[in-house]
């Protein structure tokens, strides 16, 4: 009888522990809002410079397939909607992910939040932002895709894809 059960335990717990999910896994991340296969998303964000005259380097991971579909722009914003530098992108990125580009400046003061999203051309703004101060340094964030979605069309804006 105690064999039997012994036998039934053991096969119970290697059940559940072969079921468990790996820790690791993409959904497991409560700041990775599943989105790296199907839109745009800052994965890095530094700022250097002064008062008033920042630039920013900022990293995107996007689906790029050319220019039917590629990240067109990055943008740092304030909390109140309002568009504080957009960094047009002229052309697709398929060969080169993630990839980084700088652009400035940034007329913001040192302790200011700010947040850092992309954009595609044709998917709209990605939800995987940054978000923080060039004091206290920028985090991994996220947002809805409709926030501030305004500024969406708000220049400047790219004329055309170069390739």
């Known amino acids: 009888m105690y064999g039997h059960m012994n036998i039934l335990f053991i096969f119970l717990s290697l059940f559940f522990f072969a079921c468990e ?19 745009v998303s800052v994965t890095k964000v530094e700022a250097a410079g002064s008062p008033g005259s920042y630039t920013f380097s900022v990293t995107l991971s996007s689906p790029d397939t050319g220019c039917d579909q590629y990240a067109d722009w990055w943008e740092v914003f304030r909390a109140d909607s309002s568009l504080v530098y957009r960094r047009i992108l002229a052309h697709s990125h398929v060969n080169e992910q993630p990839f980084s580009r ?15 999203r992309g954009h595609m051309n044709n998917l709209g703004y990605g939800r ?12 991994l964030d996220s947002l809805e895709k409709s926030y ?16």
């Not at 995987?128 to 985090?139: N, P, T």
């Not at 501030?148 to 390739?163: H, M, Q």
């Open 148 to 163: 501030a979605a305004g500024l969406e069309s708000t220049a400047p804006l790219p004329d055309d894809c170069a390739f």
């Open 21 to 39: 999910s790996d820790p690791t896994g993409p959904n497991e991340n409560p700041m990775d809002p599943g989105n790296s296969s199907e839109e």
């Open 102 to 116: 700088s652009g400035g400046p940034a007329d913001i003061q040192e302790d200011e939040i700010v947040f850092i």
């Open 128 to 139: 995987q932002i940054f978000k923080g101060s060039v004091k206290d340094g920028f985090v």
